[in-house]
Structures are given as C-alpha cells and as structure tokens.
C-alpha cells in the first residue's frame, strides 16, 4: 500500500530539547512532571514553548525501542481509601443526576415497527 502523501508538511515543534539534555534531564528526575519541569526550564531559557508531556513520554519510548536502555519510572500514585471514597461519592451524584436510561422493551418496539410496515403497505409507497 503507497504512503499517503499530505498536501503540506508536518509542522513539527522546535523546543531546544537536543538527545542529551533529554538523557541528562530524564535519568536525573524522580518523575516524569520533574522531567517535563527541567526540559520546559531548557525550552524557556531559549524562549521556545515546552515539549508537553505526551511527546517527552514517546520520546522516551523511541529512545527505549531504538536500545537506549533509559530509566523506568514506578507507578503514579495511587488513591488512598479517602481519594477513593470522595471519588466513588462524587459519581454516585453526578449519576444521581443524570435522567435514567430508559429500558426497551423489544416486543412493543417490534410490534410497531409491524404496524408501521402494514400501514405503509396500504398506501401508494412502495418499501420494495
């Protein structure tokens, strides 16, 4: 299958952020929000606009899949019983609110759509 050409070029983003300053920044940081944090300190001190964090993330995982062997991160945190509870009690209200789905009763919808077709039938239309 051909590539598909586009009619313009993609634009791609220029944020100061050679190889090295990424390694340098990426295996020196606790987190990835502390890796976003000193590569975005690098893009202002040139007053370029920071990579965001999903293209620090694939660029991280390009660099993985071409064999640079860079650091992994452990999990984000994870909600405690409290986060979890207020979470759970703010669902429960927005779902409270919501009107309720209405149930379908397939019989009633089948049995209409019969009459319906037996009315069209004694017109002029044609379904065929």
């Not at 090295?20 to 606790?30: G, N, Q, V």
């Not at 502390?34 to 007053?47: D, F, N, Q, W």
């Amino acid at each position: 299958m051909a590539k598909r050409k586009l009619e313009k070029p993609v634009e791609r983003s220029e944020y100061g952020v050679d190889r090295r300053t990424f390694i340098i920044a990426w295996e020196s940081s606790d987190t990835t929000d502390e890796v976003y944090e000193k590569l975005a300190a690098a893009s202002r001190a040139l007053s370029l606009e920071p990579m965001p964090l999903p293209i620090i993330l694939a660029r991280a995982a390009g660099y993985r899949r071409s064999g640079l062997d860079l650091k992994k991160f452990k999990p984000g945190r994870r909600p405690d019983a409290e986060d979890l509870k207020s979470a759970q009690e703010l669902l429960a209200d927005i779902r409270a609110k919501q009107a309720p789905t209405p149930k379908v009763d397939k019989a009633l919808v089948d049995a209409v759509v019969e009459e319906l077709i037996r009315r069209l039938k004694g017109t002029t239309m044609s379904l065929n």
